[in-house]
């Protein structure tokens, strides 16, 4: 994203925050009819998770999820290098200790990460369930994100999507490739934990409501 990549613009948490929530607030309506709006590897196993995606599509929504990121990542950083005197510094990357915006430890961005990609699957989920608003979901989704941005901006720059966290990195490259792996359990974690709570409240009231509305059919 420009606006994570250029922060010397003066726009600040808010304006940062605003621009993912919304990218995927437009996607979402965009591209979601084709896809499901799967643009986070952790979102598709979160989804997997809950029985909501099919296993043959979690790979290939993966592979393709890190491919665009990557491409995208490039792109940003053909733009931003051809400012005079740019240097790459984090390139938007995510991080812990010396490389955590606030200078936060291992485990508080461990945490953050687990607890926010897991209320933002939450949300998902519950938003795209039977009963939920029909063609609602993307607003809730895309703000969601934008409070995740706030609160965890200072703490690891935002990743909750492993993929997201991969295209800058490869190219801020050190110990930014270094920490990666953080970025990409954290989230993994946090979604399929959602994933599977939300299974075990939803999956029992679809199940009584297919119940009555077999009973009514023999009735």
Request: charged residues 5%; hydrophobic residues 60%.
């Given at each position: 994203?420009?606006?994570?990549?250029?922060?010397?613009?003066?726009?600040?948490?808010?304006?940062?925050?605003?621009?993912?929530?919304?990218?995927?607030?437009?996607?979402?309506?965009?591209v979601g009819h084709i896809s499901g709006g799967h643009f986070n590897p952790a979102v598709t196993l979160g989804l997997w998770s809950a029985n909501r995606c099919a296993t043959r599509h979690v790979l290939p929504y993966i592979v393709a999820q890190v491919i665009g990121a990557v491409l995208a990542a490039a792109i940003l950083y053909a733009i931003a290098s051809g400012k005079a005197g740019w240097t790459p510094n984090g390139f938007a990357s995510n991080g812990y200790g010396d490389l955590s915006p606030g200078k936060y430890g291992l485990a508080a961005c461990l945490l953050t990460e687990v607890l926010a990609t897991f209320f933002f699957l939450f949300i998902i989920i519950g938003t795209t369930?039977?009963?939920?608003?029909?063609?609602f979901a993307g607003i809730p989704i895309g703000f969601a994100l934008v409070l995740i941005h706030l609160i965890s901006i200072p703490v690891t720059n935002t990743s909750?999507?492993?993929?997201?966290?991969?295209?800058?990195?490869?190219?801020?490259?050190?110990?930014h490739v270094g920490q990666?792996?953080?970025f990409w359990l954290a989230p993994i974690v946090g979604a399929?934990?959602?994933?599977?709570?939300?299974?075990?409240?939803?999956e029992p009231a679809d199940a009584v409501e297919t119940t009555v509305v077999e009973k009514r059919a023999t009735a």
């Open positions: 994203m420009l606006s994570a990549a250029f922060p010397e613009l003066g726009i600040g948490f808010l304006g940062v925050a605003f621009a993912f929530g919304f990218t995927v607030l437009t996607m979402a309506y965009a369930s039977r009963g939920a608003a029909v063609g909750v999507n492993p993929a997201r966290s991969t295209g800058p990195a490869l190219f801020a490259g050190g110990e990666l792996w953080l399929m934990a959602a994933g599977a709570l939300a299974r075990w409240l939803y």
